[in-house]
T-cell receptor
Framework: NAGVTQTPKFQVLKTGQSMTLQCAQD?????MYWYRQDPGMGLRLIYY???????DKGEVPNGYNVSRLNKREFSLRLESAAPSQTSVYFC???????????FGDGTRLSIL | QKEVEQNSGPLSVPEGAIASLNCTYS??????FFWYRQYSGKSPELIMS????GDKEDGRFTAQLNKASQYVSLLIRDSQPSDSATYLC???????????FGTGTRLTVIP
């Protein structure tokens, strides 16, 4: 997807390891989001950032931390990975109200 | 509890038929509603948004919103095999651009 870039695309971790998922957007959007998607569960919001310098919890924040480094970048950190965090993680950004969120291609994370 | 509910399907329709996808939501304050299409292994992409009661048409797609009954639907006319995907319904229940997604309905269009 043009505009929102996520790295890495795939990652395998061992339980207890830490990792940071990176997200960057080049659309000058104010708001950025991290979701996880599990089979049969739809997309669930982990954290979001309405503007540079602010972050807030979503539906499922436990076990995660985020940093809004600047307007472009919003990272998601797993301090001590658990198998329950095996999922596909999507980053999204939003410019104005009532406009669609633009999604990145996702990071497929497996924790053994 | 704020919820967006969809029939997970799978829904199968023959090519050329109308596919009807439905979604209900629990929060009466929701103002904005979106339909996203997600192909297997890909990210969601927006196909329709609707904010007021009634119908909104865009090509082969029509979104319908009924706030009194708290449902939103998506009709796909002249369904094509390329429409085979999972369709996610989402609502902005907080008014803060935070979307709540349904679990998605998997649609298969049979040639």
């Amino acid at each position: 997807n043009a505009g929102v870039t996520q790295t890495p695309k795939f990652q395998v971790l061992k339980t207890g390891q830490s990792m940071t998922l990176q997200c960057a957007q080049d659309m000058n959007h104010n708001s950025m989001y991290w979701y996880r998607q599990d089979p049969g569960m739809g997309l669930r919001l982990i954290y979001y950032s309405a503007s540079e310098g602010t972050t807030d919890k979503g539906e499922v924040p436990n076990g995660y931390n985020v940093s809004r480094l600047n307007k472009r970048e919003f990272s998601l950190r797993l301090e001590s990975a658990a198998p329950s965090q095996t999922s596909v993680y999507f980053c999204a950004s939003l410019g104005n109200s009532n406009q669609p969120q633009h999604f990145g291609d996702g990071t497929r994370l497996s924790i053994l | 509890q704020k919820e967006v509910e969809q029939n997970s399907g799978p829904l199968s329709v023959p090519e050329g038929a109308i596919a009807s996808l439905n979604c209900t939501y629990s929060d009466r304050v929701s103002q904005s509603f979106f339909w996203y299409r997600q192909y297997s292994g890909k990210s969601p992409e927006l196909i329709m948004s609707i904010y007021s009661n009634g119908d909104k048409e865009d090509g082969r797609f029509t979104a319908q919103l009924n706030k009194a009954s708290q449902y939103v639907s998506l009709l796909i006319r002249d369904s094509q095999p390329s429409d085979s995907a999972t369709y996610l319904c989402a609502s902005d229940q907080t008014g803060a651009n935070n979307l709540f997604f349904g679990t998605g309905t998997r649609l298969t269009v049979i040639p």
